[in-house]
């Protein structure tokens, strides 16, 4: 009974803090017992409207006046009924199927189950492929991808079901090659931006380590995003990996070390790329060869011309 669901064990079980993680909600901070940030249903610019409390698993936006439980949230994130938005909560963290006992609802206090089974081991490589990829969509088109890059990456949009369906589709792998994940990215700019599965942990993985690894090069540059490295690669420099972020984690630190002698950065040209660029170039000197190559401001690699890549890393 795939379409069976106990819409009460849905919501003993999964916290809204565990979902606002699931979806990789921006801009959070804790107060108190609640999060607080700008809302993700609305895109809302303020800083303080969205509002999610710990203890009560609920939720309330002060500016679009959304509110409700978990399973409210789902269903508003996914414009889908409550319950579709249960099923959603059921695949997505393993609960609520038939004769499966309730989950007691982790104290405010306590981290969500699957981040605290995540944080024992690394991210487990997948048992499945997503199929029926398309590498020739329009928006790789129109993001400078072309189909034999976005064809060795397996990078497309997916039209399948389940979380991904309709977004374009970019598998992680570990240092061995093994898929850990994939991410999902929107094409309408709806949010959130991204999708990545509950438990994932981005810090834990390099973006085509494995790649750059096997090219031989004992140089590696380092590029914030999925589409920067896929960029850079097409431009003929397949040593490139790419942080998913602007931070440097120290487990991501160990996997750059231990396969290259030198860093090149090449992030953001904004205001968090500096930044980000002068305290990584700042842990990493006294470690190994550090360059800070400075994209153009306000401009990213992916964006770039293909030249202009290769002559700033020339």
């Not at 309330?60 to 319950?83: K, N, P, T, Y």
């Not at 998913?244 to 953001?268: H, N, P, Y």
Request: hydrophobic share 45%; glycine share 10%.
């Amino acid at each position: 009974m795939p379409d069976w669901v106990d819409f009460g064990v849905v919501k003993q079980a999964v916290s809204l803090e565990a979902v606002l993680n699931h979806y990789q909600v921006p801009g959070l901070r804790k107060y108190r017992d609640r999060l607080v940030g700008p809302c993700p249903l609305h895109g809302g610019k303020r800083e303080d409207s969205f509002r999610a409390s710990r203890g009560k698993n609920v939720f309330h936006c002060f500016a679009c006046q959304a509110r409700g439980d978990v399973l409210d949230f789902v269903a508003a994130m996914e414009r889908c009924s409550i319950r579709q938005a249960a099923l959603c909560l059921q695949r997505w963290f393993g609960t609520g199927a038939p004769h499966q006992s309730a989950v007691p609802p982790a104290p405010a206090s306590a981290p969500n189950r699957e981040l605290v089974r995540e944080k024992e081991g690394c991210n487990p490589p997948l048992r499945f492929a997503l199929t029926g990829v398309d590498p020739a969509h329009p928006y790789l088109v129109e993001r400078g991808i072309d189909r034999s890059t976005a064809v060795e990456f397996g990078v497309g949009w997916y039209g399948g079901p389940g979380l991904l369906s309709g977004r374009i589709v970019i598998p992680i792998a570990n240092a061995r090659g093994q898929t850990v994940a994939y991410a999902g990215r929107a094409l309408d700019g709806g949010l959130p931006k991204y999708k990545l599965p509950a438990g994932f942990r981005k810090a834990r993985e390099l973006f085509n380590l494995h790649r750059a690894a096997a090219s031989g090069s004992q140089t590696v540059i380092v590029v914030e995003g999925y589409f920067d490295c896929l960029r850079v690669h097409r431009a003929g420099l397949p040593w490139v990996v790419a942080l998913m972020g602007s931070s440097l984690s120290a487990e991501q630190e160990k996997a750059l070390l231990a396969a290259f002698a030198r860093v090149v950065l090449l992030l953001d040209g904004d205001a968090a790329g500096r930044a980000a660029s002068r305290a990584i170039a700042a842990r990493l000197s006294e470690k190994c060869s550090v360059a800070e190559v400075l994209v153009p401001d306000g401009a990213q690699p992916d964006q770039l011309p293909l030249v202009a890549i290769q002559q700033l890393l020339s």
